[in-house]
């Protein structure tokens, strides 16, 4: 028994907070009640979803065409739906009302699979993590750049290219994400994931406007059927920038490594599976609209020549004021969206340290400091100040020394999107529902997870091949946007 416990500590794993008596204040496992709605969850997954990767979605469709941009959205839509269902079922272990809970993602992982699955699930879910901040920290710049450009070229003209260094955007970012990390934890972000969500929308809708616009302006529709046609790119360099895009487009749907970390937000009754399949249903529903839209209205605008960054890489010129408008929403949104994907991550590094030294003072001690008089207090923690912060300056200097968009965000798609998206909560839900080896279901499941597994090295491949193309003509520190 001890020996167990010791594994589950050195695993990162939550353990079981000692139950209380106060059912008005606490949930069945001890800690505090949950509040959480199918609203709230939503906003969460929303924030999440549509965030930087939408914004690459026209460049994506440019490299495989109207035939298949359109096609390879809507799968990985579905796919991401149905395995999201998948894990929603994983949440309680046994019974989905009553059964014992998991956490986080890794919990899930452990309660159902366990061995060396659950170490695996932790690096790839964590690296993932970590990447996705280092994207949203060069996405941010990239936005608070091109506000600085649109007042350059109404000064200058259009023809000033404007170049402008983006390594104090990054710092900037950065110092904000400092000061918003020290939110202790996941549920204490509502309104925050409520914000960014309500930004995630405006500029989307803003990207789709001024799409149709430009349509009407060239009285056609661009593009082909295929993409973008060889002459124009070379067949190997074709065959990258398809693979490239795949992993873009599955970055736009990278949400499953949060989704049991929301789920442990919800209030019950109803189940929480229950509640979290609807706010599923609702969040892919409507981040698949935009998507469609934003990618193909983007596609239909620019054609082959799509940017790869559709309102912030001199895609559109006019009108400014409404460009820098859609550019503050990225970025309000990102400051949002990075701190709802590394909250499971502050949280693991906090717990194992905690576990590993319950005697520190520095790691457990909580101060608690009124900020204005009458207000509610704030716990103060010394290591979750420096760890937290130390984290924060680490993404933004790699932000720094790597700043490749469209290739960051590919590999990250690809590196997430199998493991994470498709293979843990298959493998999980085999187990959950104790479906028959060589059954029809099972077969059909593994069919599914060994499919997704083909388009993730591939695109994979592409990403890296596009950092190494990058990375010949980039000198650290000194790129301008």
């Not at 259009?158 to 996941?186: E, L, R, T, W």
């Not at 590993?356 to 457990?364: A, D, L, Q």
């Not at 293979?423 to 060589?438: A, C, G, L, S």
């Not at 003509?473 to 946007?481: E, I, L, R, V």
């Amino acid at each position: 028994m001890v020996e167990n416990s010791k594994n589950r500590q050195e695993l990162g794993i939550s353990i079981d907070v000692l139950p209380r008596n106060s059912s008005d204040l606490f949930d069945e496992d001890g800690r505090v009640k949950r509040t959480g709605t199918v609203w709230t969850a939503s906003a969460h997954i929303i924030t999440a979803v549509i965030g930087s990767g939408v914004l690459s979605l026209a460049w994506a469709v440019a490299q495989i065409g109207w035939v298949g941009g359109p096609v390879v959205m809507i799968l990985f839509s579905l796919v991401t739906y149905y395995t999201s269902i998948l894990l929603c079922a994983c949440y309680r272990s046994g019974d989905s009302v009553t059964g014992k809970r998991n956490y986080t993602y890794m919990d899930a992982i452990h309660s159902n699979l366990g061995g060396i699955k659950v170490k695996l699930c932790g690096v790839v879910q964590y690296v993932n993590l970590f990447g996705t901040a280092i994207g949203y920290t060069i996405a941010s710049a990239i936005s608070m750049i091109a506000i600085q450009r649109t007042s350059c070229q109404q000064s200058n003209g259009d023809k000033d290219p404007c170049h402008v260094n983006g390594n104090p955007y990054m710092i900037a970012f950065g110092a904000i994400q400092i000061i918003f990390s020290q939110i202790p934890d996941f549920d204490q972000l509502w309104w925050l994931s409520i914000v960014a969500a309500l930004m995630s929308f405006g500029y989307s809708t803003i990207g789709l406007g001024l799409g149709i616009s430009r349509m009407v302006d060239n009285k056609e529709i661009k593009g082909t059927l295929t993409g973008v046609t060889i002459g124009t790119v070379t067949p190997t360099e074709k065959v990258w920038r398809t693979f490239q895009s795949l992993g873009n487009i599955a970055f736009a749907y990278s949400y499953s490594m949060i989704l049991i970390e929301i789920q442990d937000t919800l209030k019950a009754p109803p189940a929480e599976e229950k509640t979290m399949r609807k706010a599923t249903l609702i969040s892919v529903a409507v981040t698949t609209l935009f998507y469609m839209l934003c990618g193909c209205v983007g596609y239909a605008a620019f054609g082959d020549s799509a940017p790869g960054n559709l309102l912030a890489a001199g895609g559109f010129r006019n009108p400014y004021w409404l460009l820098d408008i859609a550019n503050l929403a990225i970025v309000i949104h990102l400051v949002g969206a990075y701190q709802v994907y590394c909250q499971p991550l502050f949280a693991f590094v906090e717990k194992e340290a905690s576990k590993r030294y319950p005697e520190s003072k520095f790691i457990t001690k909580e101060t608690k400091i009124h900020i204005f008089p009458g207000s509610k207090p704030f716990n103060l923690n010394l290591f979750r100040l420096v760890w937290r912060t130390v984290f924060v300056i680490t993404t933004t200097l790699i932000s720094m020394i790597m700043p490749f968009f469209n290739d960051v965000l590919g590999l990250l798609g690809a590196i997430g999107f199998w493991p994470l998206t498709v293979y843990f909560p298959v493998e999980m839900y085999i187990v959950q529902k104790n479906v028959p080896r060589w059954s029809t279901r099972w077969v059909c499941l593994q069919v599914l997870s060994l499919a997704c597994l083909v388009v993730s090295v591939a695109a994979a491949a592409g990403s890296v091949v596009g950092i190494i193309t990058d990375l010949k003509s980039y000198k650290p520190f000194k790129t301008d946007f």
